[in-house]
């Protein structure tokens, strides 16, 4: 059984991998896949080994994903906001520097994470019946934060209800299978991936240096906000480290550091939400949780030996990894790679949501488009999720 665990380690760590590297492809989308594969090739499968493999292929994920959002510029929902700081660097010829602040911060939440799980699952249980009754409006008071911070409020507050609109009736009408896929997929993948073609991404020559981050900063700020997720439902992670910004101001690699411990946090928390109140704040929560309804101690103990062994896995992976893209980074033809990378997603939404999961992709793409033309944070996007989620709890 150990082999069998340490493969699913192994196989969860290549697709994370995968995931992490190719813009537009989510954990959340593979995570629908296996679900979707249990019940037919999957089924004698032991759901330990899926539940370690969609562990390990989430955690790598984390580490992994800042590579095309800062190389490339195209960044999923919960690593947009390291795209300009990262960016100012990669330009300066510290694209592999970027991504090391966001590799030791994430490497450093994995440990906050063992210390935390237990602690952090007894004030879960203990605050979470409390807390639910004022959900919404604590929701609300997120949204008005995030409204606060932008330059243009009108425009911000623009993006957030369209989005939350088209959530909504995702959501609500059970006219798409799966529809989170063909949602999240078309306004913070193929959007970006699209505009990215137009912006002709190029990259100067890269040095193969960096210095060691200061991260005692950035690591409290996460560690405030990121539990915020694992109560308050609809919240990602990019919102957490804007709320841990305000609470621990940063300089821009500080901030870097923020956003790449609050990315692992976030997702380490949603499993011990999951043990602790059922409730699921990712998709690889999600998948879990389909795959065993009742999460037991020792599969969450498992799940612990999991996050921990592959997140010093990944730190080591997501380095060299940075290393070959810094070094060749310039002699891959970016347009093919994205032009590529919708054709799979189209097919793949295609068959997992169907012909109208396709045109509800194409609609929120568009969506996308039109949100992040109007020159505001992304992750006001994540109004497809706050808003239907307020509704629910506000009128059920």
Do not use: W
């Not at 996007?381 to 709890?393: A, K, N």
């Amino acid at each position: 059984m150990l082999l069998e665990i340490l493969i699913s380690i192994a196989l969860g760590i290549m697709a994370g991998t995968i995931t992490g590297l190719i813009p537009g492809i989510h954990i959340n989308l593979v995570g629908a896949f296996i679900i979707s594969l249990s019940t037919g090739i999957l089924l004698k499968v032991n759901e330990i080994y899926l539940i370690v493999f969609i562990t390990a292929m989430a955690i790598t994920h984390t580490f992994i994903d800042f590579i095309p959002s800062i190389f490339l510029g195209c960044p999923d929902g919960e690593t947009e906001l390291s795209v300009l700081p990262g960016h100012e660097l990669l330009k300066e010829g510290k694209g592999h520097e970027a991504i090391m602040i966001t590799t030791y911060a994430s490497l450093a939440a994995i440990f906050i994470l063992v210390i935390a799980a237990f602690p952090s699952i007894f004030i879960f249980k203990v605050l979470y019946e409390p807390i639910k009754k004022i959900t919404p409006f604590l929701l609300i008071f997120v949204i008005i934060i995030l409204i606060s911070l932008e330059k243009n409020k009108f425009k911000s507050l623009t993006a957030l209800l369209l989005t939350g609109a088209l959530g909504y009736f995702a959501l609500n009408f059970e006219i798409i299978k799966e529809p989170l896929l063909p949602l999240l997929t078309g306004l913070f993948g193929s959007s970006m991936l699209i505009l990215s073609i137009k912006q002709k991404t190029k990259i100067p020559p890269q040095k193969i240096t960096y210095e060691k981050p200061k991260l005692k900063r950035p690591l409290i700020g996460s560690a405030i906000a990121s539990p915020l997720c694992s109560f308050l439902p609809g919240l990602g992670s990019g919102q957490a480290a804007i709320i841990g910004n305000i609470f621990c101001k940063q300089d821009r690699k500080g901030f870097i550091a923020l956003v790449g411990a609050t990315n692992t946090l976030v997702m380490g928390f949603s499993f011990f939400a999951l043990y602790a109140i059922s409730k699921t704040r990712t998709g690889a929560a999600v998948a879990i949780s389909e795959l065993a309804p009742n999460l037991t101690i020792n599969k969450l103990i498992l799940i612990l030996v999991t996050i921990t062994i592959t997140g010093i896995a990944a730190f080591y992976l997501t380095k060299n990894l940075s290393i070959f893209f810094s070094k060749h980074m310039q002699k891959i033809n970016y347009e093919k790679l994205t032009i590529g990378t919708l054709i799979f997603l189209g097919i793949l939404i295609t068959l997992i949501s169907g012909v109208k999961g396709f045109v509800f992709l194409i609609i929120s793409t568009l969506t996308g488009i039109y949100c992040i033309g109007l020159g505001v944070r992304r992750t006001n996007m994540m109004g497809c999720l706050l808003i239907p989620v307020i509704i629910f709890y506000l009128f059920g």
